[in-house]
């Protein structure tokens, strides 16, 4: 776990890096671009959906029924907007984590392998499609599984558990692809994926809480973020867009790393093996 601290330390240094702050603008203006369109036509005409399964399934009278129970009847008119919400979310999710990829992580990788592995040879062993492609085909497993946990949100401790573990699942796979992608060989990345796959776990976890905080959040203040609905928009893409980018920096430092202890354990065998 050593390293794991080790990496968790740097990343916080360079999350605090000015060209680091600067680069979080872009993935959140580009986010906040996308769901502005997306919201302006496609909000009303969802929340008119939603209301009209609530009314033909009686969903209405269970839910009002539930928090007249815990003392939140004030809450019913905003079910059906706070539902949306979080339909929404996993879209939001994927958008930032897109973004994000697109935008920033190529400056990440610059960023620590330029400064810190300038002698680490790059093997290329991964690309920005391949890095795509494990983005999305991850996040549709997240996103079934996301709205299959919908409903936990109502036990808070239990909502925590399956976001932090959904969270750490995604990111330890998504991002330690794209922290190897350019200087790892496909064999290098895999290697490193399979030995170090717990303390990727840990780091995906540590993040997955982070990744969590802004749901709960929202569930926290329900009634307030229908009524400030486009800033706590932005305020929740901002925050997403933050926690990618300190969790890049943290894959990063523990992958190159670990790529680095890998190629001198290989060349030491090879000399041993040689003499």
Known sequence: MRAVANAYGRAVLSQMHVRMLVLSAMPLV????LWGVVLYFGLQPLL???????VDYEIFRTTSS????????????????????LLLLPLMILSALLFMNIAAMPFIVRHVGGRHYAKLEKKEGGSMLGGLRAAVSSFLVFIVVWLATLPLYIIPPLAVISSTLLWGWLTSRVLSYDALADYASEEERRTIQRERRWDL??????????????????????????????????LMMWLYVLIFIFTALWFQYYCLEALAQLRARSDSTTVVESV
């Open 48 to 54: 008119d959906w939603l209301h009209a399964n609530f």
């Open 201 to 234: 776990l840990v780091i995906g976890l540590v993040s997955g809480a982070a990744g969590a905080l802004p749901p709960l959040l929202m569930a926290a203040g329900a009634a307030l973020v229908i009524a400030l609905l486009p800033l706590f928009l932005a």
């Open 66 to 85: 539930w928090l007249e129970s815990m003392h939140l009847g004030f809450l019913k008119s905003v079910v059906v907007p706070f539902f949306a919400l």
């Open 30 to 33: 580009l986010s906040l671009l």
